[in-house]
């Protein structure tokens, strides 16, 4: 099998982080995002919507999600846990994942993807669409983020982790969220004690400069 990655792109970060929680080594080939290679015709017959990554098996099969390809893994080596153990546990971290993904990673998406000029004409990832920005998308997404970060500070009040005791992966999901947000020029508010103090720990974690 082949990963097909990109240094600084937020989706196949959260695939690194993963992998080195498990310590699972994968051969990657990376796919230079600023030169356009991921809108290549050879990229493009891997994935035709040109995102990253894409982790292709050596029967042709394609997956094209990065928290597909993270379940893969987790079912490959359940340890450590990273989608939890009981049903409860399972429960919760696929509940903060997609909270994560619906209100934050959605919100930076908004911004980015709807203000920056890389992404004229390109305001939704998909190399078969031409979309174009709307400012009004850009304002909403502001909003929302706000909103995530305080509810996510309120929720790290009392426990380390987001979905509990442990590592899990809500948490790669929100620490790759909350470094992409700079991107978009979005930030945490010094205020916030809770997301702030979980931040430090988990950008601390070996995973995190994978």
């Keep these: 099998m082949k990963l097909y990655d ?43 919507r040109g995102a990253v990554p894409a982790l292709k098996f050596d029967d042709g099969e394609v997956l094209c999600e990065s928290a597909a390809i993270c379940r893969y893994f987790e079912a490959l080596h359940p340890e450590p846990a990273l989608f939890g153990r009981t049903p409860i546990e399972i429960g919760r971290i696929e509940s903060w994942t997609r909270r994560i993904e619906g209100d934050g990673y959605a919100a930076v998406v908004y911004v ?10 390109r305001a939704i990832p998909d190399a078969g669409l031409s979309v174009a920005q709307i400012p ?51 930030a945490v508010p010094e205020h916030l004690d809770n997301l702030r103090r979980w931040h430090g720990e988990a950008s601390a974690r070996p995973s995190a400069s994978a």
């Design 112 to 121: 980015l993807r709807n203000t920056a000029s890389a992404f004229k004409d």
């Design 6 to 48: 990109a240094p600084w792109a937020p989706s196949p970060r959260r695939v690194r982080i993963f992998l080195a929680e498990k310590g699972v080594e994968v051969p990657r080939e990376a796919v230079d995002l600023r030169s356009g290679a991921h809108l290549s015709d050879a990229y493009l017959r891997i994935n035709p």
């Design 136 to 186: 009004e998308l850009a304002a909403r997404g502001a909003i929302m983020w706000d909103a995530f970060v305080a509810a996510l500070d309120t929720r790290l009040a009392d426990r380390p982790w987001i979905a509990g005791d442990s590592y899990s992966f809500a948490d790669i999901t929100a620490l790759v969220t909350v470094d992409f947000a700079r991107a978009a020029k979005l």
